[in-house]
């Protein structure tokens, strides 16, 4: 199990650029697939981005694709999600999320995929 601490949320204008960081800490061995995902009020979870335990494989929900951009710096056990251009219906809880493996798909797009979670960081961007 590994324990995960998120950071980096805030409140910015439409437009605007944050990037949300995400710490691993914990008893996995070898770098672990990572990923994020988002809920809004009212709304369900849905995926944003994942990568692989190397940082050389990505994928991303096509509403992101091209605005985010989801990095790893192994030395530093963090992952990071760079957000460009972001518009008022990004706003949400930003959740950072492990897997068991260091390995993704591109169906690895779902809440069960992840066993390990953080405790959120709230992302809100104004009109």
């Known amino acids: 199990q590994v324990q995960l601490v998120e950071s980096g949320g805030g409140l910015v204008q439409t437009g605007a650029s944050l990037r949300l960081s995400c710490v691993v800490s914990?008893?996995?061995?070898?770098?672990?697939?990572m990923g994020w995902f988002r809920q809004a009020p009212g709304k369900e979870r849905e995926f944003v981005a994942a990568i692989t335990g190397s940082g050389i494989s990505t994928n991303y929900a096509d509403l992101v694709k091209g605005r985010f951009t989801i990095s790893r710096d192994n030395d530093k056990n963090t992952v990071y999600l760079q957000m460009n251009n972001l518009k008022p219906e990004d706003t949400a809880v930003y959740y950072c999320?492990?897997?068991?493996?260091?390995?993704?798909?591109?169906?690895?797009?779902?809440?069960?995929?992840?066993?390990?979670w953080g405790q959120g960081t709230q992302v809100t961007v104004s009109a």
């Open positions: 914990g008893r996995a061995s070898n770098p672990v697939a």
């Open positions: 999320a492990a897997r068991t493996n260091p390995f993704i798909s591109k169906q690895t797009t779902n809440s069960p995929d992840f066993p390990s």
